[in-house]
């Protein structure tokens, strides 16, 4: 299993400015992901942060507006970029556990981002 | 893009009845298949998880259903309880990634 610990664990910020988010994990993990979760819907992957390497986005997202940073294998940041009000969402980190058993993925408790 | 989907936004189910969820897949390439709750104010919580070389897994009071000829799979909660309203995502794992269904609300009648 892993502790995932986010923070902020929310924020009200003005748009145009930006965000960094943090996530500390208490086991060393190859990989950290990054999920946005919108009022009301489902989590979608924003990007794969691997230590030592360039994240990796998804369609629809891109590094300029996203920029993530993983100095180590226990550490990522997000920061959300010239925050506009439709980018106010949950963020939320997560790290995958593959066992012989599960198949299973662990989150952050999330920041709730508003922006205004 | 999205592989899987999940056929009703909001199910209602009395108290000790049992709950059914279920959720379409277009990608026959995943891995595993998951189940997440996550409950208000939280992140997702795993539930359980089947590989895609099976058809059955049972948990505490769980058990997941997948049809590849259908492409289908299903969550039944037995004996629904309070501390089971909850939206229910299903999410597959491939490519060193898991990627999330659109959830179901599940709401627990007394």
């Known amino acids: 299993s892993a502790v995932i610990s986010q923070k902020p664990s929310r924020d009200i910020c003005q748009r145009g400015t930006s965000l960094t988010i943090q996530c500390q994990v208490d086991?060393?993990?190859?990989?950290m992901f990054w999920y946005r979760q919108q009022p009301g819907q489902s989590l979608t992957l924003i990007a794969t942060?691997?230590?030592?390497?360039?994240?990796?986005?998804e369609s629809g997202f891109v590094i300029d507006k996203f920029p993530i940073s993983r100095p180590n294998l226990t550490f990522s940041t997000l920061t959300v970029s010239n925050m506009s009000p439709e980018d106010s969402s949950i963020y939320l980190c997560?790290?995958?556990?593959?066992?012989?058993?599960?198949?299973?993925?662990?989150f952050g408790q999330g920041t709730r981002l508003t922006v205004v | 893009g999205e592989s899987v989907g999940l056929h009703l936004p909001t199910l209602s189910v009395q108290e000790g009845d049992n709950s059914i969820i279920n959720c379409a897949y277009s990608n026959s390439a995943s891995d595993y298949f998951i189940w997440y709750k996550q409950e208000s104010g939280k992140g997702p919580q795993f539930i359980i998880d089947?590989?895609?070389?099976?058809d059955k897994r049972q948990g505490q009071r769980v058990t997941v259903l997948l049809n590849k000829t259908v492409k289908h799979l299903s969550l039944q909660i037995a004996a629904t309880q309070p501390g089971d309203s909850a939206v229910y995502f299903c999410?597959?794992?491939?490519?060193?990634?898991?990627?999330f269904g659109k959830g179901t609300r599940l709401h627990i009648l007394p």
């Open positions: 997560s790290v995958h556990y593959l066992g012989t058993e599960n198949t299973e993925a662990f």
């Open positions: 999410a597959d794992y491939r490519d060193d990634k898991i990627i």
């Open positions: 942060a691997n230590q030592g390497s360039e994240a990796t986005y």
């Open positions: 089947i590989r895609s070389n099976m």
């Open positions: 086991s060393q993990v190859t990989m």
